[in-house]
């Protein structure tokens, strides 16, 4: 019978069957069995030293998720979200890699609607670009397609919240939508959060931008215009334009 157990990592109450703490475990082994100690320092300044890294790179850590991918495909919903959370509350940041590796590859699989909880405390915990971008494009973006009533809920929630990690996921969740972006909600999530000099919110609205200006370029300058953007924003918004 699984015992019920609480991680005394999580800074939250969740609740973790402790074979998923075993199955981490497992893959934390694995991947020190294939790291390279001399990379620690260099990937760890590479992410500001806000996280601690084994020293495995991508290729070695993606043929690890590749050995454990028939394990990890039979998880469902709750256990791959209980997966999440253990990846989460591992100090090794290669562990969360792993996460989002299971995340982007069974995502649309295991999608409910009350999944926005989740994405909430991963997108708040451990957060940095190199784990939010993945998820925002990614996941996020899938959930804000096939659940729109749930995610317009959760949306206003992120919208007043003073936490600018959930501002730079509304800024660019719709990245890989081409066409299909909402340009209407991207030109309020600019307006709304465009006051904010933050790097990280300064370089999403940019960004997004560039994004949409590969297929309407003319829209692109309307709304650096309107917006009256400057620097990072401008600079990155207006990149692929051309004759700017």
């Known amino acids: 019978m699984q015992q019920l157990v609480q991680n005394p990592a999580y800074d939250l109450p969740f609740f973790i069957f402790d074979k998923m703490i075993q199955l981490v475990s497992t893959i934390e082994q694995a991947l020190y069995h294939v790291r390279d100690p001399h ?54 940041r290669e562990l969360q890699y792993v996460g989002i590796d299971h995340l ?10 009350t999944d926005g909880k989740h994405f909430t405390y991963l997108l708040t915990n451990q957060t940095w670009w190199d784990s939010l971008d993945l998820l925002a494009s990614h996941a996020v973006g899938h959930f804000a397609r096939k659940f729109p009533e749930a995610f317009a809920t959760l949306a206003k929630e992120w919208e007043t919240s003073s936490n600018f990690w959930l501002h730079r996921t509304l800024l660019i969740y719709q990245l890989k939508y081409k066409q299909q972006t909402d340009l209407a909600l991207l030109q309020y999530y600019i307006r709304a959060f465009k006051w904010n000099k933050e790097f990280f919110i300064q370089k999403a609205i940019g960004w997004s931008l560039r994004e949409v200006s590969k297929w309407h370029p003319d829209w692109v300058q309307q709304i650096v215009h309107e917006e009256n953007l400057q620097g990072l924003a401008k600079r990155e918004a207006l990149k692929y334009v051309p004759n700017n």
């Open 39 to 92: 990379r620690v320092v260099q990937m760890e300044a590479y992410m500001k030293n806000h996280f601690s890294f084994l020293g495995v790179m991508s290729g070695p850590r993606k043929i690890i998720f590749k050995k454990f991918k028939p394990q990890l495909q039979n998880l469902d919903a709750q256990q791959s979200w209980e997966f999440l959370l253990e990846c989460w509350a591992n100090p090794s």
């Open 104 to 113: 982007l590859a069974f995502y649309k699989k295991i999608a409910q609607p």
